[in-house]
């Protein structure tokens, strides 16, 4: 069986964007200086 080690990246990158994004969005709820650790 081969792994398609392209598309398994692309998910990945997908997935931690993703959460990259969510993450960015509840730092930015929160005051500067705790958002600049």
Avoid: W, Y
């Avoid at 998910?11 to 709820?29: I, N, P, T």
């Amino acid at each position: 069986m081969t792994v398609d080690i392209t598309a398994i990246k692309s998910e990945v990158k997908a997935c931690f964007f993703d959460h990259a994004e969510s993450l960015a969005d509840r730092l930015g709820q929160l005051p500067h200086e705790e958002a600049s650790i």
